[in-house]
């Protein structure tokens, strides 16, 4: 591979690019994270503009970059804060949004080059759901560059204006080594006894209890699930403003269902599942799907956004909303251990294709060359 440059555009001084953060998600954090480490690695200097929670979870001055605190808001307070830092920044790179719009605001009358890397796709409905379209056409339209996690994100941002909109190779940070089901220090026997699942099969999903996260469907599919025997057990590890009404009907309609809220041992949870489910309306590069195939559980999802090209053949995918088919492809591979085994099978060989972490900081450091270098003069 062709070393990229570190330098600035005059060459006498190391690249110094900015990367800001906005309400610190955790698939974008993780990402800044590794970003940080790798173009410190490389003699980029880097400045991470995050909230400063963010930086007590993910160190971002362990991994070489200075940190300064922003805060989530984009009152003028946070602006001009993040104006300060990109002062003498060669490009300032934004993940998110809201990162993004606020870079913008920063940034407003000056020529630092702009790269907006989108992970996800905003959620929202109503005049709120304008409000983002809204806020998506400025910053694509102020962006040198825009990078999507996925070939739908791409199209969406070239759609809505991006003058030049490209895939991104974003790696999942920190993976560990895909666990096999015959290993014996598989953490499966005190995980499932702690849930509740000694002699029956666990199923788990994580994510935020929120309505595009398809719970309802979930819900509606372990009905079915009640007349196994002996009957699986889901647990959902996340929180939010649908856990009230989840739990009533958990409850009221004696579901096999435990919320488990939020959790810091997903890893180990998930190693300890028999199946992963994911049933959201959208999806990017999910972060249960990768760790799912990374972890050999066999994965049941939505087919839904760029669900397809980031598995591939490695999972049982299911129209989004129906909840027959759900469980219907739930009981169906409980009961067929050798579907399961060759999904587990196909899920290490899919991982295998992702881009590593050094593919991705190798891409957007080409980036930031590309757009930091002199033009000649014409």
């Known amino acids: 591979m062709t070393p990229v440059s570190s330098h600035s555009p005059h060459g006498q001084s190391p690249l110094r690019t900015v990367q800001v ?65 990109c002062a003498d920044a060669d490009l300032v790179h934004a993940h998110g949004l809201h990162a993004s719009f606020r870079a913008v605001l920063a940034l407003s009358g000056r020529r630092t080059p702009l790269v907006v890397t989108w992970h996800d796709r905003a959620h929202a409905e109503g005049a709120r759901a304008h409000l983002v379209r809204l806020l998506e056409r400025r910053v694509v339209k102020a962006a040198s560059v825009v990078l999507g996690a996925s070939s739908t994100l791409v199209d969406r941002a070239r759609a809505t204006g991006a003058r030049d909109a490209r895939l991104a190779a974003v790696a999942l940070p ?54 196994l025997d002996p009957v699986p057990l889901v647990v959902i590890a996340g929180e939010g403003p649908l856990r009230a009404e989840l739990q009533r009907r958990i409850e009221d309609e004696g579901l096999p269902v435990r919320l488990l809220g939020r959790r810091d041992d997903v890893t180990e949870l998930l190693a300890a599942a028999d199946l992963a489910l994911l049933s959201s309306s959208w999806e990017s590069r999910s972060v249960l799907a990768q760790e799912a195939l990374h972890a050999r559980v066999p994965l049941v999802a939505t087919d839904v956004g760029s669900m397809p090209e980031l598995v591939g053949d490695a999972a049982e995918l299911v129209p989004y909303g129906d909840a027959e088919a759900l469980a219907d492809t739930v009981v169906r591979l409980l009961g067929d251990p050798e579907r399961c085994e060759e999904l587990r099978a196909k899920g290490v060989r899919q991982a295998a294709t992702w881009p590593s972490e050094d593919e991705t900081v190798a891409q957007v450091l080409s980036v930031y060359d590309e757009l930091t270098q002199p033009r000649p003069l014409v």
């Open 174 to 227: 920190g993976v560990r080594k895909s666990v096999r089901l015959e290993d014996p220090d598989r953490p499966r026997p005190k995980v499932r006894a702690e849930l509740g699942a000694t002699g029956r099969p666990l199923l788990m999903a994580v994510g935020s209890l929120d309505s595009h996260r398809g719970y309802d469907t979930l819900l509606d599919a372990s009905r079915a699930w009640r007349e």
């Open 21 to 85: 953060l906005g309400g610190g998600n955790a698939r974008s954090s993780a990402h800044v994270r590794s970003l940080a480490s790798g173009l410190a690695a490389r003699g980029v200097r880097v400045t991470v503009c995050a909230p400063v929670d963010a930086d007590r979870t993910y160190d971002f001055s362990g991994a070489g970059a200075e940190h300064v605190h922003v805060p989530r808001s984009s009152d003028p307070g946070a602006v001009a804060a993040l104006r300060a830092a």
